[in-house]
């Protein structure tokens, strides 16, 4: 595979402070060297800390694609986010701390092999010091795997949240696969993040987008997952699964409390947009990612 050049780092996005304060939000301590061993603890850290949800999309919050208002919005307000900021505040993170970060553009496989629209997903391309890799990290794709992974290896990458491996596929790029099904198609040209812009739109505003459906709340914990879908909180334990709905408003702003750490001063409900007009008619497109039901 070709190497791909990694873009000028941004400079000075994170102050000491911000990166201090985000390290305590995710468990994590200084001093860490940028290596890969520190980038897999940061990711799992990420993920079992700060929870993947959409109800910026559902309480009529703006969605600001900068790098210090998406990391504000995790740190200083203690909220989650979708792929756009859980990874773009990550990759700030992880540039302040010296590593060097690309970011890449996916397209999520939906029904029937059917690829989303361009910049669908952003993930992580991650150079560290000890010169391994570069890993792809992903940290705003749901239920998803818990290390870097390596893009260029073309064997199974085992992952306590299943098998993966890269593909290759047309025009130089990459589908990631999960025990044999096909995630997304990942382009490796380096990105900006002004260019997703356009993606987090539609994702915040079309009817086709699985964010503008359902409310969505989820974070990895150490024995399984626990997730909030609208009413329904979700707990899988050692490969258990349990349900509970719940009846009262304040028994869901509870478990958005207790279990997520989100104090909401008002419930987020679901309000699908309008239909778009479509003149070659509806799009029924369901994608793999995001939505983690265990």
């Known amino acids: 595979m070709a190497e791909k050049p990694t873009p000028p780092q ?42 993947f949800e959409n109800l910026s999309v559902h309480l009529g919050e703006d969605i600001v694609l900068e790098e210090r208002r ?3 919005k995790i740190v200083t307000e ?7 900021e859980l990874n773009g505040a990550f990759a700030a993170l992880l540039r302040a701390l010296g590593f060097r970060v690309a970011l890449l553009q996916a397209r999520v496989f939906g029904d029937g092999g059917r690829l989303g629209i361009p910049y669908d997903h952003v993930a992580l391309s991650v150079e560290t010091v000890d010169g391994a890799g570069p890993w792809i990290v992903d940290v705003g794709f749901g239920d998803h795997a818990l290390s870097p992974l390596r893009p260029d ?9 299943g098998t993966f491996r890269f593909r290759e596929a047309p025009q130089g790029d990459l589908d990631l696969l999960r025990d044999g099904s096909r995630q997304y198609r990942l382009d490796l040209r380096p990105r900006a993040l002004t260019d997703f812009r356009a993606g987090a739109w539609y994702h915040r505003t079309s009817p086709d987008s699985p964010f503008t459906r359902s409310l969505i709340c989820s974070r990895r914990t150490e024995e399984g997952r626990v997730t909030l879908s ?24 509870a478990a958005y409390r207790d279990h997520f750490g989100l104090a909401l001063e008002s419930l987020p409900v679901a309000r699908p947009p ?8 509806t799009d029924t497109r369901r994608d793999t990612r995001r939505v983690p039901e265990n």
């Open 10 to 51: 941004p400079r000075g996005a994170l102050d000491t402070a911000r990166v201090e304060a985000y390290l305590k939000r995710i468990g994590a301590a200084k001093p860490l060297p940028p290596d890969v061993d520190t980038l897999h603890e940061l990711q799992l850290r990420h993920l079992t800390t700060v929870p």
């Open 70 to 72: 998406l990391v504000d």
């Open 78 to 84: 203690h909220r989650g986010g979708f792929c756009y």
């Open 153 to 161: 290896l073309r064997t199974d990458q085992d992952d306590p949240c």
């Open 230 to 253: 609208g009413r329904t909180l979700i707990t899988t334990v050692r490969g258990e699964r349990r349900e509970k709905e719940l009846a009262e408003d304040a028994e869901v702003l």
């Open 274 to 281: 309008m239909p778009w007009p479509k003149p070659g008619g």
